[in-house]
């Protein structure tokens, strides 16, 4: 005789297949089916959570592609990551002088008091973003003040630190290969950065990067 678990747990697979990722699973015993419910139950859990990230990821991505102008792009990032990655404060640089300057472009905080602003340059040698542009992956630094103890010397990070940051996620942009400067992600808060907010990002990294450079190239064509 089949047992009527399987029957449930097998149409429950099928639901989820077909996108229905809040299935009712009946959970009863404690035997090996009854731990492949169990196991069911987690795997709706996940893949609802996986749904919601990449509709996350294609909305942010629509909403930034309807900008043209830079202004207008680096306004949409501000308002479509906030579901994706926390932050209390978004800045955007740009490498220059053949990548030996890095200059802000962009800013945007919740902070009253904006230290970094658009302008604000700063030399690349010696610059531990180097290392990050090499690894072309994002840097998680989950405690500023701490980190600024360890390099007093960073002068970008005792200016965010004033503006009360107190964890920062810094994201590579590279277009076609070629790096082209930096999103800088920053919260109020300690450890408010995981691996998660790396990964989400970096997929969708390259197309951002690409849409930044058009809109600069489009707002250099007008004006």
């Known amino acids: 005789m089949v047992d009527d678990r399987i029957i449930h747990y097998r149409d429950a697979a099928k639901a989820m297949a077909q996108g229905q990722f809040q299935v009712k699973i009946f959970l009863d015993g404690q035997d090996e089916l009854g731990q492949l419910g169990l196991a069911l139950v ?3 859990k996940t893949l609802e959570r996986k749904f919601e990230e990449i509709s996350s990821l294609a909305r942010v991505t629509e909403q930034i592609n309807a900008g043209l102008l830079l202004e207008e792009v680096l306004e949409k990032v501000y308002t479509s990551f906030r579901p994706i990655i926390p932050y209390d404060r978004i800045g955007f640089a740009l490498l220059e002088d053949g990548g030996r300057t890095l200059r802000a472009r962009w800013a945007h905080s919740d902070s009253e008091v904006v230290k970094i602003t658009k302008g604000y340059a700063a030399r690349m040698e010696g ?20 980190y600024l103890l360890d390099h007093p010397n960073s002068e970008s990070t005792r200016l965010i630190v004033e503006e009360g940051m107190r964890s920062s996620l810094t994201c590579p942009l590279l277009a076609a290969g070629k790096p082209v400067g930096f999103m800088f992600f920053s ?3 300690v450890g408010a950065y995981a691996d998660l907010h790396v990964d989400l990002f970096m997929q969708i990294a390259g197309q951002l990067a690409m849409i930044l450079e058009k809109s600069k190239l489009y707002q250099q064509l007008h004006t």
């Open 42 to 44: 987690e795997l709706g």
């Open 127 to 146: 610059s531990s973003l180097l290392e990050i542009l090499r690894t072309a992956r994002p840097r998680i630094l989950n405690d500023l003040e701490a």
């Open 187 to 189: 919260s109020t808060k």
